[in-house]
Nanobody, 125 residues
Framework: QVQLVESGGGFVQAGGSLRLSCAAS????????VGWFRQAPGKEREFVGA????????YYLDSVKGRFTISRDNAKNTVYLQMNSLKPQDTAVYYC??????????????????WGQGTQVTVSS
């Protein structure tokens, strides 16, 4: 079993940066692909990006490409979402999710078996 805890959310002005962390328990976290999702008020939860379990592939939602970067440090059981050039439309609760041997092609929320509790990101204009 893997338990996930997100951190690093907060309030930032447009153009600013935040780094979210997804810390996992469990010795086999290195076998899990990790996806980041976000949910704004009144909207569906949407895929933001993912990193493969091997760590050598990433994939992003078009609207965040070039601004967001996902990385992982398996020694620390942690996946990161670096968010730069933030825009007000990035405001949402951000969730990380894990799937055993997940590749970057899993972009649907129901394709992930483990979820964190979410962390709020608010970007002011």
């Amino acid at each position: 079993q893997v338990q996930l805890v997100e951190s690093g959310g907060g309030f930032v002005q447009a153009g600013g940066s935040l780094r979210l962390s997804c810390a996992a328990s469990g010795r086999t976290f290195g076998n899990y692909g990790v996806g980041w999702f976000r949910q704004a008020p009144g909207k569906e939860r949407e895929f933001v990006g993912a990193i493969s379990w091997t760590g050598d592939n990433t994939y992003y939602l078009d609207s965040v490409k070039g601004r967001f970067t996902i990385s992982r440090d398996n020694a620390k059981n942690t996946v990161y979402l670096q968010m730069n050039s933030l825009k007000p439309q990035d405001t949402a609760v951000y969730y990380c999710a894990a799937r055993l041997y997940g590749s970057v092609y899993y972009t649907g929320r129901y394709e992930y078996s483990h979820w964190g509790q979410g962390t709020q990101v608010t970007v002011s204009s």
